[in-house]
């Protein structure tokens, strides 16, 4: 109940002093990539359920000559590279946390087709609400590898508390004004999450059979 009185608190007192910030992002991505303006997708929230996760858009609908959709590279815009950097991309995200489908700190939601693919210890990140920030992105963010994030993710849920959270929102604000650790080596963003590598430990969808 107390982390959700401050993820309330800190959220209406964020939306409230950004929307200047946010009207002037969204007029940039409006000239920039055109609409609509929010980037939207369903991700898994507490216990993998679905919610809607808004974002502003960082990327164009960009497709090759055969119809596919370009990478990452070849679709972010220098705009969105800089939303990317400074997190200003996330700034929607306040409203999320408002409504309850996620908290201010927590393993960040990813893609809903990653479910089956974890193993049953990293499935454990989603025994808590999904954040805007979380210890895994405090300590690597997307230049660790999914295994490291992951165990970092399933940490906080065992050793999670007020302090903790405070920490991670300090060490938040450290890492955006020294924009670190934002794309894996040689990749625009993060690569796709295939599989857990752990050879002993039978994923989510085989553990169901």
Aim: charged share 25%; net charge positive.
């Amino acid at each position: 109940m107390i982390k959700r009185f401050f993820d309330i608190v800190i959220s209406l007192f964020a939306l409230a002093v950004f929307t200047p910030l946010m009207a002037y992002v969204a007029f940039k991505v409006s000239k920039t990539m055109a609409s609509p303006v929010l980037f939207r997708q369903i991700r898994p929230g507490k216990n993998g359920k679905a919610f809607e996760m808004i974002k502003f858009r960082t990327m164009k609908d960009s497709v090759g000559k055969e119809g596919h959709q370009l990478p990452d590279e070849d679709r972010i815009t220098p705009f969105g590279d800089f939303m990317r950097r400074t997190s200003l991309d996330e700034l929607p995200e306040f409203w999320n946390v408002l409504k309850g489908d996620m908290s201010l700190v927590g393993p960040r939601p990813l893609l809903m087709e990653y479910l089956p693919r974890y193993s049953k210890k990293q499935y454990r990140r989603h025994e808590v609400k999904p954040g805007i920030t979380g210890w895994a992105q405090v300590n690597g963010r997307n230049a660790i590898s999914w295994e490291k994030k992951f165990d970092l993710d399933v940490w906080y849920v065992d050793n999670h508390s007020l302090w903790l959270d405070f920490k991670i929102l300090f060490l938040t604000i450290k890492k955006v004004i020294c924009k670190e650790n934002i794309s894996a080596d040689n990749h625009a963003t993060m690569p796709v999450f295939t599989g857990s590598s752990v050879q002993d430990d039978r994923n989510v969808e085989n553990s169901k059979k």
